[in-house]
């Protein structure tokens, strides 16, 4: 069963405009939430997070806001840029254990 | 500053033969994880070490796997008896106890011919 699904498998987006990144969860003991963004023959490359007791985490042109009720948290980028073309992935955490990562969104930024 | 460092890159196999993977997470960082990608999918754990305890082993993780991480540092994963199934890339990450981001090496692609 996904725990946590991304169910865009890939966004094209003009560059200088936002790029919206969506995830849902299922399961209610996830309390940490993080986005990983991944090049080609590259491991996964940490990029933002955020605790369940928060809606909004920003970092320079990266927000993750996050919607307990909905169990649905998404990533906002602005504005976009050519080098964010990458895959990227959700991930959820329970107590600080593993990561459960979604199938992830291939996004790119067109010039 | 090394980040988490994977050997070898890239592996080819014949079915049925052993193979051994090595990842050297950073150096403070007391937690180390594996995790196996496949095309198309996330990362799936597989196990994670706290020093050296073994802490959690995945039910995806059959008997032909094993890891060992000694003396808390660098940690092996080894498979036996490859099978085309096991073709994948696997990625070994680490992070220091008390936070949940974890810092991932570059992976060791595994394809099983």
């Known amino acids: 069963d996904q725990q946590v699904k991304q169910n865009s498998p890939s966004l094209s987006v003009q560059e200088g405009r936002i790029s919206i990144l969506n995830c849902d969860y299922t399961n209610s003991m996830f309390d940490y939430f993080l986005w990983y963004k991944k090049y080609p023959a590259e491991g996964p490359t940490f990029l933002i997070s955020i605790s369940s007791i928060k809606d909004k985490n920003e970092d320079g042109r990266f927000t993750v806001f996050l919607n307990k009720s909905a169990k649905h948290l998404s990533l906002h980028i602005v504005p976009s840029q050519p080098g964010d073309s990458a895959v990227y992935f959700c991930a959820a955490s329970a107590q600080g254990n593993k990561l459960v990562f979604g199938a992830g969104t291939i996004l790119r930024v067109k010039s | 500053d090394t980040g988490v460092s994977q050997d070898p890159r890239h592996k080819i196999t014949k079915r049925g033969q052993n193979v051994t993977f090595r990842c050297d997470p950073i150096s403070e960082h007391n937690r180390l994880y594996w995790y196996r990608q496949t095309l198309g999918q996330g990362p799936e754990f597989l196990t994670y070490?706290?020093?050296?305890?073994?802490?959690?082993k995945s039910r995806l993780l059959s008997d032909r796997f094993s890891a060992e991480r000694p003396k808390g540092s660098f940690s092996t994963l080894e498979i036996q008896r490859t099978e085309q199934g096991d073709s994948a890339m696997y990625l070994c990450a680490s992070s220091p106890e008390g936070r949940v981001a974890a810092f991932f090496g570059q992976g060791t692609r595994l394809t099983v011919v």
């Open positions: 070490f706290q020093n050296e305890a073994q802490l959690e």
